[in-house]
Structure formats: structure tokens, C-alpha cells
């Protein structure tokens, strides 16, 4: 069985404009089926909006119509959660909150980011949820 996994867009955006590396290792692991991503609303309002900012992807090798095409293929392999009780960590970003809310619902195990540093603080605590890099998480599994 698939372990569950939150990838947060900065991983996913890294994995895009990188040609290697621990974020693209853990798309493709989520393409192969090694890992099941969770996927909400707020979390695919997000990507949409980082994919739609032409200038985040100026030197990147991959054109739109590329991107979004495996956008889609990750959509398809995600496991979509909604969320019914709202959870606020109160992080020191609001708008990564969205984040421990899915993996909470979903029962994930890992979130993986770029930004571990933003989590840390949180009036809530999840002790059953790590929040780990992707080179974390490829080490672990």
C-alpha cells in the first residue's frame, strides 16, 4: 500500500524547473504509485495559480501546454479528500493551514515542502504527521 503524502507546490514547482533532484524523484515515485498524494480544493487552487504565473517558469524546459499536462497526469493519480472540519495550526503563514488540513483529514503521514521552518510553531500539534523535505522522504521509504 501506498504511503500518503501531502506535496506541497513548491515541491511540485521545483520538480518543473529542475532536471533531477529529490522533488522531481518524488513526483515520478507519485506517478510510478509509491506514494498516494492527497489532494482538496485549496491545495489544486494553489497549483492552478503558481502554474499560471508565466514568469515563475522563464527558464524552465518544459513550455505551458508541457506543464500542465503533467499537472494532470499528477492530478490523476492524487486521492482527492474534502475537508469538513477546519483544523487552524496557526501557522505562521495562514495560508499554509490548508496544508495540516488535508494531511489530517486524509490521514497522511508525511507533508513534504521546501519550507519546514513555516510549520514549526503551531498552536496544534499532529504528532502522527511529519513534516519532512523530499529528500527526507526518499531517504525514509
Known amino acids: 500500500m501506498s504511503k500518503l503524502i501531502v506535496v506541497d507546490t513548491n515541491v511540485f514547482v521545483s520538480a518543473i524547473k529542475g532536471t533531477k533532484g529529490a ?3 518524488v513526483i515520478v515515485a507519485c506517478l510510478q504509485g509509491h506514494y498516494q498524494p492527497l489532494m ?32 494532470n497526469a499528477f492530478l490523476s493519480v492524487c486521492r482527492w479528500r ?3 472540519y477546519i483544523w487552524r495550526p496557526n501557522l505562521i503563514d495562514e495560508a499554509d493551514n490548508h496544508l495540516i488540513e488535508l494531511a489530517i483529514a486524509g490521514g497522511a503521514e508525511y507533508l513534504v515542502t521546501y519550507n519546514r521552518r513555516d510549520f514549526q510553531n503551531a498552536q496544534l500539534r499532529f504528532p502522527q504527521l511529519q513534516i519532512i523535505e523530499p529528500k527526507q522522504l526518499l531517504q525514509e521509504n
Not at 480544493?41 to 504565473?53: D, F, I, K, P, T
Not at 508565466?54 to 508541457?66: M, R, S
Open 82 to 84: 474534502h475537508i469538513y
Open 23 to 25: 522533488s522531481r524523484a
Open 40 to 71: 482538496s480544493n485549496a491545495l489544486l487552487g494553489e497549483y492552478e495559480e503558481l502554474m499560471a504565473r508565466e514568469a515563475l517558469f522563464a527558464n524552465c524546459l518544459l513550455d505551458a501546454a508541457e506543464r500542465n499536462k503533467l499537472l
